[in-house]
C-alpha cells in the first residue's frame, strides 16, 4: 500500500451524502475534511423545520447502514427526529472532528494535479480528490411575482421557516402545491389556522397510514439478524414494489385508480375538480399526506385558490381577475433549483472549463458521480442519480463504495481519475433510451432539464447496483500527477 500521508479528500457538505462519504474516509485512515456552510449537520432536514414535515420514505429507509435505528416513533418518522439521528451519528462516530463548519467553498480549481479550494472567508485549502455532497434541495427557488418585496407581514421559503410567527390568529397564505405546500398546508389547516393556499397546478397525493411504532417491534429488532432479515425484505419490496415507475401495464394503472380513488373523500364537486391532476401520476414527484390533505382542505378555516396571482401587494395577495386576498403571513412553498448540484459553487477543471460551462447545453454526468474534463472530481447523488426509484442509503452506499475504489487508485497510483468523454455519451444515451414508457415523461417536472429531458436514474435498483460492481478502466481516464 502507497503512503497516504500526503493524500487528502476534501468533502462539501455535511447532510446524510457528506456524513457517510466522512464515515467511509475515516475507515480507510485517509486525510479529509469536510466543509459545511451552516454551523450544523444535517443538511436538508436541518433547513426544513416547517410544521407537519415527515419523512416521505419509509424511516428505516433513511437509515445509514453501519447504523441502524430502532426507535424510529413512526412508520415515516416526523423530521425533527430524522435530524436528531443525523446529529447522533456525527457525535457517535466523532464526525465532527473532521468538519469545518460556517466555511463556504466559493471556488475550486484542478491545477498541477490537485484541486485548490477558496472558501468565501479567504481560507485556502488543497487536496487530491474533491467530493461535492451539496445535495439536490439546497437552494431554494422564490416565485417571480410582481411586488413580493413590498408585502408588508412576516414572509419566508418553507426552507428558512420564521418560529417567531404565532400561527393562530393570523392569516396565512402558502404559495405552492408540492410536497412542502401540501404537508404545510394540512398542519396548519387542523391547527384551526387561516390558511389559503394558491396553487398552479393540483398534484397526485399519497394519503398514507402513519402508524406509531409498539416498542415491541423495537425490542424485536434488536434480535440478532431480526432487523437485517427485515431490512433486506424492506429493499426486495420497493424494487419491485416500484416498477411501476419504470414500465406500463396493470400495476401501473392499479397505481393510478388508486390515488384517483383517494380524491372521493372531496365532497365539493368544484374542488374535486380543481384537486384533480390533468397528468398520468408520477410524473412529478408525488406529495405524501399523514393528516389527509383532502380532508383537511375542506375544513371551514382553508381555502385553495388556483386562479392566477397577478402581483403581491402589502395587504396580501392580488389575483390576475382583480380579486384583492389579504393575508397576514406568506409562505413560499416553491421548492429548490434543484439542478444546481454544488454550484453556485465555482469549480473549474484543468483546461480552464467551469462546470457552468460544460453543462451549458446539457446537464451530463458518468453514473451521476463524475463528469469528463473534471478529474478527480466525484459528485453523491448528481445528475441521473435514483431519486425516484432506489433508497437514498441504498443508491449513496453503492456510489460511495465506488469512489472510494476510484479514490484507492489514484492514491495507490498517484494519478487523476475522470471518465472518458466517449463513456459520458455512452451512459447517457443508455439513460436516455430508458426513459420513454416511464412516468417521468409528459409533463413538466423539476426532474427534468432545459430540453425537458429528464436526468435520474430510469432503470431497476439492480442496474444500479450492477453498474457500481466493476471498475471499467476503458471507461476511465489516468493521468499521471507529481507524487
Given amino acids: 500500500m502507497a503512503d497516504n500521508r500526503n493524500f487528502r479528500v476534501v468533502v462539501v457538505g455535511a447532510g446524510v451524502a457528506g456524513l457517510f462519504m466522512a464515515e467511509k ?47 424510529w416513533s413512526r412508520k415515516y418518522a416526523p423530521a425533527p427526529e430524522i435530524q436528531t439521528y443525523i446529529k447522533k451519528v456525527a457525535d457517535e462516530r466523532r464526525l ?6 460556517n466555511e463556504e467553498i466559493a471556488e475550486a480549481r484542478f491545477a498541477d494535479g490537485r484541486w485548490h479550494m477558496r472558501t468565501v472567508r479567504g481560507t485556502e485549502d488543497v487536496a487530491d480528490v474533491f467530493i461535492a455532497a451539496t445535495g439536490f434541495l439546497s437552494r431554494p427557488i422564490y416565485p417571480d411575482i410582481e411586488g413580493r418585496d413590498s408585502f408588508a407581514g412576516p414572509a419566508f421559503h418553507s426552507a428558512r421557516w420564521d418560529h417567531d410567527v404565532p400561527h393562530k390568529g393570523k392569516r396565512w397564505g402558502v404559495i405552492g402545491s408540492g410536497c412542502s405546500g401540501i404537508q404545510i398546508t394540512e398542519a396548519l389547516a387542523w391547527e384551526g389556522v ?42 426486495q419490496a420497493i424494487g419491485v414494489g416500484d416498477r411501476w415507475r419504470l414500465q406500463p401495464g396493470p400495476e401501473r394503472e392499479a397505481m393510478q385508480r388508486q390515488y384517483a380513488g383517494y380524491l372521493d373523500a372531496i365532497r365539493d364537486p368544484e374542488l374535486k375538480k380543481m384537486l384533480t391532476p390533468q397528468y398520468h401520476l408520477g410524473c412529478t414527484r408525488i406529495p405524501k399526506s399523514d393528516q389527509n390533505y383532502y380532508e383537511a382542505v375542506q375544513l371551514p378555516n382553508v381555502r385553495v385558490e388556483n386562479r392566477r396571482i397577478a402581483c403581491i401587494v402589502p395587504e396580501g395577495i392580488e389575483l390576475a381577475d382583480g380579486t384583492m386576498l389579504p393575508q397576514d403571513v406568506l409562505v413560499y412553498a416553491t421548492g429548490f433549483d ?14 480552464g472549463l467551469s462546470i457552468d460551462e460544460a453543462w451549458k447545453e446539457r446537464i451530463h454526468s458518468y453514473g451521476g458521480i ?14 441521473f442519480s435514483p431519486l425516484n426509484n432506489v433508497p437514498v442509503p441504498l443508491g449513496l452506499d453503492q456510489e460511495i463504495d465506488y469512489i472510494m475504489r476510484l479514490i484507492a487508485v489514484a492514491r495507490d497510483r498517484r494519478v487523476a481519475i475522470a471518465p ?14 430508458a426513459f420513454p414508457g416511464t412516468v417521468w415523461v409528459g409533463c413538466k417536472n423539476w426532474y427534468s432539464d432545459q430540453t425537458g429531458t429528464p436526468i435520474l436514474w430510469p432503470l431497476p435498483q439492480d442496474a444500479h447496483k450492477a453498474f457500481f460492481e466493476n471498475i471499467v478502466l476503458e471507461d476511465l481516464q489516468l493521468i499521471p500527477v507529481a507524487p
Fill in 370 to 383: 463524475a463528469l469528463p474534463g473534471f478529474p478527480n472530481l466525484y459528485m453523491l447523488y448528481g445528475p
Fill in 96 to 101: 465532527r472532528d473532521f468538519i469545518r463548519f
Fill in 338 to 351: 434543484t439542478h444546481a448540484y454544488m454550484r453556485p459553487m465555482r469549480v473549474i477543471g484543468p483546461n
Fill in 194 to 235: 387561516e390558511v389559503t393556499q394558491f396553487i398552479r397546478r393540483a398534484q397526485w397525493i399519497h394519503i398514507r397510514e402513519n402508524p406509531w411504532t409498539s416498542w415491541l417491534h423495537r425490542m424485536w429488532l434488536r434480535l440478532p439478524f431480526a432487523y437485517r432479515r427485515e431490512q433486506r425484505k424492506l429493499w
Fill in 420 to 433: 472518458t468523454r466517449e463513456a459520458t455519451d455512452r451512459f447517457v444515451a443508455r439513460m436516455d433510451a
Fill in 25 to 71: 474516509l475515516k475507515r480507510a485512515k485517509i486525510d479529509f475534511t469536510v466543509y459545511e456552510k451552516a454551523g450544523e449537520v444535517g443538511g436538508t432536514w436541518r433547513d426544513n423545520t416547517y410544521p407537519g414535515l415527515f419523512v416521505d420514505v419509509l424511516s428505516r429507509q433513511y437509515e445509514f447502514p453501519f447504523r441502524p435505528n430502532y426507535d
